[in-house]
């Protein structure tokens, strides 16, 4: 009986220092997914859109399951909007804007993603962006889902790389 106790004790000592280290992981990166760097998926190279749009107009740029909606007002003067994604389906997206100095928007920019098949959901997937200074993706802001049309839709104040990927939490 005792010999049983030991190994019982012992296994539960294991799941406990199993759960106490997964925790952390999951706090900071929120995703059930072990996240690859943007790097590791500009190897499939995928469709690539530019755009010239006046920010007091304001305008659209699609590529693939993408669309880039600039408002009225999103920032002064004329840019050329780059949306490169890695695949027809969004794998990551890198947005870029030329002038650089215009990267900083008065006004959110859209970034809408929509399912390749149509009425597939989008339940517990977000929208993430790669911060460089910390090395890891963080959820993107002012993120709203649409299950009936399968798009989510996030807020964005610069541009970066993207991606979407399965959350523990949804939106």
């Known amino acids: 009986m005792k010999r049983t106790k030991t190994v019982l ?10 759960a106490l280290v997964a925790i952390p992981f999951a706090v900071r990166a929120r995703t059930v997914n072990k996240v690859a760097t943007p790097a590791a998926h500009a190897a499939a ?9 006046d920010g007091s107009a304001g305008g659209t740029v699609k590529c693939a399951s993408l669309s880039v909606v ?20 969004l794998q990551t997206v890198n947005l ?18 929509k399912k390749v098949d149509a009425g597939e ?27 009936v049309n399968g798009t ?14 399965k959350t523990r939490a949804g939106w």
């Open 152 to 165: 989510l839709t996030s807020g964005l104040l610069h541009f970066s790389t993207y991606s979407v990927f």
């Open 121 to 147: 959901n989008v339940a517990g997937e977000s929208i993430f962006w790669w911060n460089p200074a910390t090395g890891a993706w963080e959820p993107a802001p002012n993120q709203s889902g649409d299950v």
């Open 45 to 53: 190279a995928g469709p690539t859109q530019t755009a010239t749009i």
């Open 70 to 89: 600039v408002p009225p007002g999103a920032y002064r003067g004329t840019g050329t909007i780059t949306v490169a994604a890695s695949g027809p389906e």
């Open 9 to 18: 004790g012992a296994a539960f000592a294991v799941l406990l220092l199993s």
């Open 96 to 113: 870029g804007i030329s002038p650089a100095s215009l990267n900083a928007f008065l006004v959110p920019v859209k970034l809408v993603y």
